[in-house]
């Protein structure tokens, strides 16, 4: 009874999230091309990889319950930003910046929110620029807006996310000081090897020019 229920409870949710798969398609699609076309033009891509993904039923209420909100399709559209999440890797940190312009420019997405954890690092050391972006999905008789959050980091600050977030989790939420203090460290480090990075890509850059 209990997977019954489950079912039907996921069939209330697929026609929303279908919505946020057709945003991701935009995106996505926005993306290729633009990396596409920077590869045709400097011969390098500003993107490295990325991976896509709808948050599921499960995770978005229990989002909802985070925020005190009850678990509705109406709550879950207002109130959880990251329904439709892009991240995308980048190898240098002048790279996201020309990602976030190229998305910037672009007439139909409109930009809702940007939080620049890359000026602004959080306190654990945690380095990433987020966005939200609202993009059309033209459907059989109508037009939805729908958000999607994108973050953009280097390889480097995309490493130490990955094992922030594990140890995070690990220790459910509460990371021991002596950890947190290595976390802060290495989170230095990745500040250091990006800078490095940017310095040798500026000169690779005169070579070829
Ligand atoms: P999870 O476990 O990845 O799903 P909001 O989503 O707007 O309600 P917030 O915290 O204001 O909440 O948004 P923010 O700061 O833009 O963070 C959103 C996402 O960024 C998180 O999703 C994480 O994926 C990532 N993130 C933010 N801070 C950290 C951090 O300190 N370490 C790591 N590894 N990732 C971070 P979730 O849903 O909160 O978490």
């Known amino acids: 009874a209990v997977t019954e229920m489950t079912k039907l409870e996921l069939e209330e949710w697929k026609d929303l999230l279908i919505l946020y798969k057709f945003g991701l398609d935009e995106i996505n699609t926005k993306l290729k091309i633009l990396n596409e076309e920077f590869k045709y033009m400097y011969n390098h891509n500003p993107i490295?990889?990325?991976?896509?993904?709808?948050?599921?039923?499960?995770?978005?209420?229990?989002?909802?319950?985070?925020?005190?909100?009850?678990?509705?399709?109406?709550?879950?559209?207002?109130?959880?930003?990251?329904?439709?999440?892009?991240?995308?890797?980048?190898?240098?940190?002048?790279?996201?910046?020309?990602?976030?312009?190229?998305?910037?420019?672009?007439?139909?997405?409109?930009?809702?929110?940007?939080?620049?954890?890359?000026?602004?690092?959080?306190?654990?050391?945690?380095?990433s620029l987020h966005l939200i972006l609202e993009i059309p999905v033209f459907l059989s008789n109508r037009t939805e807006m729908v958000k999607v959050e994108v973050q953009i980091r280097t390889v480097a600050m995309d490493f130490w996310a990955g094992i922030e977030h594990k140890l995070y989790y690990k220790y459910e939420k509460r990371v021991p000081d002596h950890m947190a203090g290595e976390l802060l460290k290495a989170a230095e480090t990745v500040h250091a090897l990006d800078a490095k990075m940017g310095v040798l890509k500026k000169e690779v850059d005169l070579l070829e020019a």
Do not use: W
């Open 48 to 127: 490295e990889h990325l991976k896509s993904r709808v948050k599921d039923p499960a995770g978005i209420t229990e989002k909802l319950k985070r925020k005190g909100c009850a678990a509705t399709k109406e709550n879950a559209r207002q109130y959880v930003q990251d329904i439709a999440g892009i991240r995308i890797i980048s190898s240098f940190v002048s790279d996201i910046y020309k990602i976030y312009d190229m998305l910037n420019q672009q007439d139909d997405i409109r930009v809702i929110e940007v939080k620049d954890y890359i000026k602004k690092p959080k306190p654990n050391g945690y380095k």
